[in-house]
């Protein structure tokens, strides 16, 4: 079998760097085209020296010389550098690449998600950001590109594994499917008291009990707004109705998700919280590779819990289901206006417990969201919900004056 090349977007982030040690066991399949990041210019370097891609590129054009640099630092003089945002796009549909890993947290993820997309890729999708905000037009990439969309959100993964074989995803469910059923730790604060949620931090709130993930998704964990978001992923991926899908309290993360079947039965995906093995499975799918995970001890487990999300401490699920329902435009502004909050947390700048206030308020100020989407109308909309959320922030520092 001829190697795969890959390209890896958002290479020094958490996906990234998985996905760099699940290659790592399986040297003869998988070499890489391209690694990229944002500014972090050393890490790539590191990377870009465990596995010699012929391209690295950072987004933030400023930073192409310091990348150049880096690489140097480390004796890679041979690896073309580019810089920028369509630098990104380019290496995602390179010809030059097989399989793409939108490993690029939020709404930056977009346009090299529809880049592959559109040059017909295995496309292995963690940033479901892009899916969220543009479901419609990321589908209609995949469609229309001839690619392949395999989950790499360990409970999408999940579903998709217990789906039979053969199905592809963004077409209907096979028949005698009924039920999706998303599971979630419930993250850190799952016990902790709402009187106290205004003083949480941003190092208790990224502090997950059972995934080591980056710094947004941990705090979309610790609000639930992470289940939101992969309940729209889901309607998108699966091609079904929010209605279709619900969503357990699971603390201990070993069952990742289940599909219910009409003859009664349950089929649920279980593996130790490690995102690497999404991440191998979907490499080799429909193969299976060494993931580097331990095997499955259920006895040692002893127990696993299942609870009903509290919507009381947690609106931010309920605010997913809410974007949906007030038109195909919801969903955008919602990411939009949650990436804006969570980075004034993460800053320090805004309580815990506010969180979902800005994302709820930003969606009432951000305007008509009805209608069709198209590519640019999605950016519209994430303008307008960033541009609603840092109305709401300065709003929400008035109030706690
Ligand atoms: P990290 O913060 O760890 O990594 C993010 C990566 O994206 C980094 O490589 C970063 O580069 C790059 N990046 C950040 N901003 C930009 C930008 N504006 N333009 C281009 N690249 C950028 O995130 P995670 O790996 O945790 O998450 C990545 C995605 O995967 C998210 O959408 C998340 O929801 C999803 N996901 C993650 C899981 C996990 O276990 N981590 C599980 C399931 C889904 P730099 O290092 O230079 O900042
Ligand atoms: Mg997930």
């Not at 997950?208 to 978001?229: C, E, F, Q, Y």
Request: net charge negative.
């Amino acid at each position: 079998m001829r190697g795969q090349h890959l390209t890896i977007l958002g290479a020094t982030g958490s996906i990234g760097g998985q996905t760099l040690d699940v290659i790592a066991r399986s040297p003869e399949r998988w070499s890489v085209h391209a690694l990229t990041s944002h500014r972090d210019v050393e890490g790539l370097a590191a990377a870009a020296r465990q596995v010699r891609p012929e391209v690295a590129v950072v987004a933030d054009s400023g930073y192409a010389s310091a990348l150049r640099d880096a690489l140097d630092a480390v004796g890679l003089t041979g690896i073309s550098v580019a810089a920028g945002e369509q630098a990104l796009a380019e290496v995602a549909a390179a010809d030059e690449t097989d399989i793409v890993v939108a490993g690029i947290v939020g709404a930056a993820g977009l346009r090299p998600v529809m880049a592959a997309a559109e040059a017909g890729k295995r496309l292995l999708l963690a940033n479901k950001e892009s899916l969220v905000m543009a479901g419609a037009v990321v589908m209609d990439a995949v469609r229309r590109g001839g690619a392949t969309l395999v989950p790499l959100d360990s409970e999408h993964n999940a579903l998709f594994q217990c789906l039979p074989s053969g199905y592809v995803t963004g077409e209907s469910l096979p028949p005698g499917v009924e039920r999706l059923t998303l599971t979630g730790s419930g993250g850190p604060f799952r016990q902790r008291s709402l009187a106290t949620f205004a003083s949480i931090t941003p190092d208790e709130a990224c502090r997950h009990p059972t995934w080591s993930m980056g710094r947004k998704i941990s705090v979309d964990s610790a609000t639930l707004m992470n289940k939101g978001l992969e309940l729209i992923e889901a309607c998108w991926l699966f091609r079904v109705a929010p209605a279709a899908v619900d969503v357990v309290i699971h603390p201990q993360s070993i069952v990742h998700s289940l599909v219910a079947y009409g003859d009664g039965s349950v089929l649920a995906q279980l593996a130790y919280p490690d995102m690497r093995t999404p991440i191998a499975h979907a490499l080799a799918w429909p193969e299976r590779v060494d993931a580097g995970v331990g095997r499955l001890d259920l006895a040692a487990l002893a127990r696993l819990d299942f609870e009903y999300p509290d919507d009381e401490r947690f609106p931010c699920l309920r605010l997913a289901a809410q974007a949906l329902e007030a038109g195909p435009g919801g969903p955008a502004v919602v990411n939009a206006a949650n990436e804006v909050a969570v980075d004034a947390f993460l800053a320090g700048s805004l309580p815990f417990d506010a969180i979902a206030r800005v994302i709820e308020g930003a969606l009432f100020r951000a305007g008509n969201v009805a209608g069709a989407l198209d590519f640019e109308r999605v950016m519209a909309l994430d303008a307008a919900g960033r541009q609603a959320a840092e109305a709401m922030l300065v709003a929400d520092r008035g109030m706690s004056r």
